[in-house]
């Protein structure tokens, strides 16, 4: 690949003010705890007046309260805000949020990319925003007509026979998954005997999790040293005992599970089901169909894939592709096309193999209306383009960075992600977070760090396909000014930052062990 020059030598300064030693980072407090236009904000409760409001409402008329005497008798003290006050709230808090809409994001694992807005102005159309679940179906024909065309775009770019829409996240999605796995399983009559899942050692947390929470048990499989998995020790550890196997592909060190027919097979042959992890299917959506692959069940972020927004406003979306053997065991609702249009299957009598409802209604009509609206604007031959964008991507950061920085599987393609590990830094005695933090300085989200586990002090970074080359040129050029600073030993530009942030270093182990979750009203001296 041909390397801008600038790129080899770091980011040229010409032209620039640099600042460099420990005086240009000096700080001075300032009276108002605002770091120049950054403004500090204190909780709603902190700020709030009980007697103030932002809405002028006449009084109610007389009533007669029904409440029998159960009436509060002291006013609830909720904070109220004038409209101004309240704006200027929520608006500071939103600075604070850094966002795919304020740069690049290249968080590995977790794939932010830019969410079209062309799915947000569709998903507001009120025929879809303003709709209720427990309206009656003949009302709603429109929307349930977009549920099943987008079930039908999942179905054709996964090859598998059946989707199950309502599960709200890639871990509702695994649950979802393993639970129709274990109800084969006892339609098998091997309830008894097949209580183990396979789980390799890189696996996402939530596969071993959503496992143990269906009552199955954990059996590890090491990965080999190119950073996959061997159909050959997957084999070794299969037995009668064996329910399933859960793997990520393309996995999440970034690299595509070669062996995956061949474990498959073996999986297969041994009476077991594959659970496939897609978390990863926005590196080969349009390029490879997992049901061509051997896979039995496999969750899709929706929010990963297919662009609707992490979070936000609601649950998000993570609908389950099931194979021909899992199919019947699909939870409720689902959609049933008849005479009188499509139908909701609701009732366990219409699919008495079932595993019931995962969650109250049908799934998240806004992140539905938006990955629908991705589909369809990409066309079939933009969203394998957007596979090979994003795989595109990443490698071209990888081999930028490459001579710099340390890759734990050698230097070769990675698939939508990039990774690398904390062996360079190792002369330097700067960490993997000291790094990470320098580059909030900079201006960037940190990529992913010290995941996946497998690998020591890891950086795994996704920039996704939307991001153009000048943006990840502007990134790689940051990253090697701060790998060269590194190496130089300017150790004090990484071991305090990030130094320009609303906040420094925070004790983080302190923050998990002793999080403080509830606000206590500061007793007046
Ligand atoms: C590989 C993998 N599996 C599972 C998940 C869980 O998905 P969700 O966060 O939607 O529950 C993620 C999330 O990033 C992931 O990267």
């Given at each position: 690949m041909n390397r801008p020059e600038r790129l080899t030598e770091g980011r040229p300064t010409q032209g620039r003010p640099t600042q460099t030693g420990e005086a240009a980072r000096s700080e001075i407090d300032t009276f108002t705890g605002n770091r120049a236009l950054a403004l500090e904000e204190g909780l709603i409760f902190e700020i709030g007046r009980a007697e103030v409001t932002g809405v002028d409402l006449d009084e109610p008329a007389p009533f007669t309260d029904r409440l029998g005497g159960l009436a509060r008798k002291a006013a609830l003290g909720l904070p109220g805000l004038s409209e101004p006050e309240a704006m200027r709230h929520y608006v500071r808090l939103s600075q604070k949020n850094y966002s795919i809409d304020a740069g690049l994001y290249p968080l590995g694992s977790c794939t932010m990319k830019h969410n079209p807005r062309l799915n947000e102005a569709l998903a507001r159309l009120p025929g879809f925003a303003d709709i209720h679940p427990l309206q009656p179906q003949s009302t709603v024909q429109g929307a349930l007509e977009l549920m099943e065309e987008l079930a039908r775009w999942l179905l054709a770019l996964t090859g598998m026979e059946a989707i199950a829409m309502s599960p709200k996240a890639g871990a509702h999605g695994e649950a979802c998954g393993m639970m129709a796995i274990k109800a084969a399983i006892a339609a098998k009559g091997e309830g008894a005997t097949r209580k183990i899942v396979l789980v390799p050692d890189s696996a996402h947390g939530t596969n071993p999790a959503s496992a143990t929470r269906i009552g199955f048990e954990i059996r590890s499989v090491p990965a080999r040293a190119d950073g996959t998995v061997d159909a050959a020790e997957v084999r070794r550890r299969l037995g009668p005992d064996v329910a399933a196997i859960m793997l990520t592909n393309p996995n999440t060190c970034g690299l595509f599970e070669k062996d995956i027919v061949a474990i498959a097979e073996v999986v297969h042959?041994?009476?077991?089901?594959?659970?496939?992890?897609?978390?990863?299917?926005?590196?080969?959506?349009?390029?490879?169909?997992?049901?061509?692959?051997?896979?039995?069940?496999?969750?899709?972020?929706?929010?990963?894939?297919?662009?609707?927004?992490?979070?936000?406003?609601?649950?998000?979306?993570?609908?389950?592709?099931?194979?021909?053997?899992?199919?019947?065991?699909?939870?409720?609702?689902?959609?049933?096309?008849?005479?009188?249009?499509?139908?909701?299957?609701?009732?366990?009598?219409?699919?008495?193999?079932?595993?019931?409802?995962?969650?109250?209604?049908?799934?998240?009509?806004?992140?539905?209306?938006?990955?629908?609206?991705?589909?369809?604007?990409?066309?079939?031959?933009?969203?394998?383009?957007?596979?090979?964008?994003?795989?595109?991507?990443?490698?071209?950061?990888?081999?930028?960075?490459?001579?710099?920085?340390?890759?734990?599987?050698?230097?070769?393609?990675?698939?939508?992600?990039?990774?690398?590990?904390?062996?360079?830094?190792?002369?330097?005695?700067?960490?993997?977070?000291?790094?990470?933090?320098?580059?909030?300085?900079?201006?960037?989200?940190?990529?992913?760090?010290?995941?996946?586990?497998?690998?020591?002090?890891?950086?795994?970074?996704?920039?996704?396909?939307?991001?153009?080359?000048?943006?990840?040129?502007?990134?790689?050029?940051?990253?090697?000014?701060?790998?060269?600073?590194?190496?130089?030993?300017?150790?004090?530009?990484?071991?305090?930052?990030?130094?320009?942030?609303?906040?420094?270093?925070?004790?983080?182990?302190?923050?998990?062990?002793?999080?403080?979750?509830?606000?206590?009203?500061?007793?007046?001296?």
């Open positions: 042959e041994a009476g077991a089901y594959f659970y496939c992890d897609g978390a990863n299917f926005n590196a080969i959506m349009g390029k490879a169909r997992p049901g061509d692959l051997g896979v039995d069940a496999m969750h899709i972020n929706l929010h990963k894939t297919f662009s609707t927004p992490h979070g936000g406003g609601g649950p998000g979306a993570g609908p389950v592709a099931l194979s021909a053997q899992l199919a019947p065991f699909a939870p409720l609702p689902f959609l049933r096309r008849d005479d009188n249009g499509l139908r909701l299957i609701e009732q366990a009598s219409e699919a008495p193999q079932s595993i019931g409802r995962m969650s109250a209604f049908h799934g998240q009509m806004g992140m539905f209306v938006r990955a629908l609206a991705y589909m369809l604007s990409h066309g079939a031959d933009g969203l394998r383009q957007a596979s090979e964008d994003a795989v595109l991507s990443a490698n071209y950061i990888r081999a930028s960075l490459a001579d710099l920085l340390s890759q734990p599987f050698g230097d070769k393609l990675c698939m939508h992600e990039a990774l690398f590990d904390d062996a360079w830094l190792k002369p330097t005695g700067l960490t993997t977070l000291d790094f990470a933090k320098a580059l909030i300085d900079e201006g960037y989200h940190p990529m992913t760090i010290y995941f996946p586990l497998v690998v020591h002090g890891a950086m795994l970074i996704e920039p996704t396909e939307s991001e153009s080359k000048a943006s990840l040129d502007l990134f790689i050029a940051t990253m090697r000014d701060l790998a060269f600073a590194a190496l130089r030993g300017e150790t004090e530009r990484f071991l305090a930052a990030p130094f320009h942030a609303p906040r420094r270093r925070l004790d983080e182990t302190g923050a998990a062990r002793r999080p403080i979750l509830k606000w206590t009203k500061p007793v007046a001296e």
